[in-house]
């Protein structure tokens, strides 16, 4: 993860009930395509970027770095699920912790997927990483995203304006440590 110490990165693929959680991989490209030009994916998120700017720039193993999941549902991606060190963020309570970010098409809304694959890399980051707070940020109009935010434990820290929207952050404690 950037800047989140020695990770080993990619760890071994994630499985849940439903799930995997894995590390990008060239296959996964027209996937990435789609998420980052679809304008319901964007809808909260400043827009949808061009399809074809997105195609001439996108790597051949689209967001490889560590902390990156690609989620998978039956052998095909439907997802992505982001741990990243929050740096040069607007807000002061959100530099320095984790961050946690995702993305997932149309068709995988509304079945849990994103509630799990989050609670699945939270756990992996509890486990490389003992102690370290989370933070999440999304519009306070997105009520799909607000319910997920309570559902995996953020409490709000603050509301802001930025890009024209209003802000909730939130942060989800660490999780108590077995001793």
């Known amino acids: 993860m950037d800047d989140l110490g020695t990770v080993a990165w990619p760890p071994a693929p994630i499985s849940t009930e439903r799930l995997v959680l894995r590390a990008p991989e060239a296959r ?43 989620v998978e549902l039956d052998g095909e991606m439907i997802g992505q699920v982001l741990l990243r060190r929050a740096t040069g963020h607007r807000r002061p309570a959100a530099a320095g912790k984790a961050d946690l970010g995702y993305l997932f ?24 990483l003992p102690g370290e707070p989370v933070v999440l940020t999304t519009q306070s109009a997105n009520a799909a995203s607000m319910r997920l935010a309570a559902k995996l434990g953020f409490a709000e820290v603050e509301r802001f304006e930025a890009w024209d929207a209003e802000q909730w952050l939130g942060m989800r404690p660490p999780a108590a440590v077995a001793g």
């Open 105 to 128: 098409l149309p068709g995988a809304w509304g079945s849990g997927y994103a509630a799990e694959a989050c609670e699945a890399a939270l756990d992996w980051l509890g486990g490389v």
């Open 28 to 70: 996964d490209r027209a996937t990435f395509l789609a998420l980052l030009s679809s304008p319901e994916v964007h809808t909260y998120l400043g827009g949808p970027r061009a399809l074809d700017a997105l195609e001439r720039e996108l790597p051949e193993v689209p967001d490889s770095g560590p902390g990156s999941f690609v």
